[in-house]
Nanobody
Framework: QVQLVESGGGLVQPGGSLRLSCVAS????????MGWFRQAPGKRRELVAR???????NYTDSVKGRFTISRDNAKNTVYLQMNMLQPEDTAVYYC????????????WGRGTQVTVSS
């Protein structure tokens, strides 16, 4: 059974850092692009970072220079290092295949809550 399990969220002060992890079970992980999404209360889910199967990365403008996405194919894991966190980064963070990928999981994991507050 394929699963997406996110972890690493928490409460952090503005300017702080967190590292999120997502383990994707199954045999396709190393062959597919992966992304980190977030959804703040009352807002639509948005893609904040993506990494190709070959390691190329892209970020939405609001997180460029602060967030870094990476992957470890041997561990079926994708990471999101978040630095200089701001209150507007508060959201539930999810991993999944990004739009226009060659693969779709067809479901979402439970996500991990990130709260940035003093």
């Amino acid at each position: 059974q394929v699963q997406l399990v996110e972890s690493g969220g928490g409460l952090v002060q503005p300017g702080g850092s967190l590292r999120l992890s997502c383990v994707a079970s199954g045999s396709v992980f190393s062959f597919i692009d992966m992304g980190w999404f977030r959804q703040a209360p009352g807002k639509r889910r948005e893609l904040v970072a993506r990494i190709s199967s070959g390691g190329s990365t892209n970020y939405t403008d609001s997180v460029k220079g602060r967030f870094t996405i990476s992957r470890d194919n041997a561990k079926n894991t994708v990471y999101l290092q978040m630095n200089m966190l701001q209150p507007e980064d508060t959201a539930v963070y999810y991993c999944n295949a990004p739009p226009n990928s060659t693969y779709a999981f067809g479901f979402w994991g439970r996500g991990t809550q990130v709260t940035v507050s003093s």
